[in-house]
């Protein structure tokens, strides 16, 4: 079983950086596909990147632009780079994993593995 584990979360002022980290405990497989959700406190949890097995990106409105997902093979890790933040960018952040037939970052299905989350804050 894979598991994930994100870091690199924290306080960041609004037009700030931070970088996430999701490493995985084992080799992801070269058909995974990878990606970022997030879940601010009284909402849904919401895809905000995804990345195929070859490099492909994609993003929600809301960050397109602002925050780049990227991945090392060789480590087996996951990054989201997150620039010009926002308050509205606050919440849990998680990154999960699944074969690349059955993930849309869009839809955070229970099948996926998820990592535990980190919290980003972003204050005005």
């Known amino acids: 079983q894979v598991l994930l584990l994100e870091s690199g979360g924290g306080s960041a002022q609004a037009g700030g950086s931070l970088r996430l980290s999701c490493s995985a405990s084992e080799y992801i497989r070269g058909n995974d596909c990878m990606g970022w959700f997030r879940q601010a406190p009284g909402k849904e949890r919401e895809g905000i990147a995804g990345i195929d097995s070859d490099g492909n990106t994609k993003y929600a409105d809301s960050v397109k632009g602002r925050f780049t997902v990227s991945k090392d093979n060789a480590n087996n890790t996951l990054y989201l780079q997150m620039n010009s933040l926002k308050p509205e960018d606050t919440a849990m952040y998680y990154c999960?994993?699944?074969?690349?037939?059955?993930?849309?970052?869009?839809?955070?299905?229970?099948?996926?593995?998820w990592g535990q989350g980190t919290q980003v804050t972003v204050s005005s």
């Open positions: 999960a994993a699944d074969r690349c037939s059955y993930f849309q970052y869009t839809d955070p299905r229970d099948r996926y593995y």
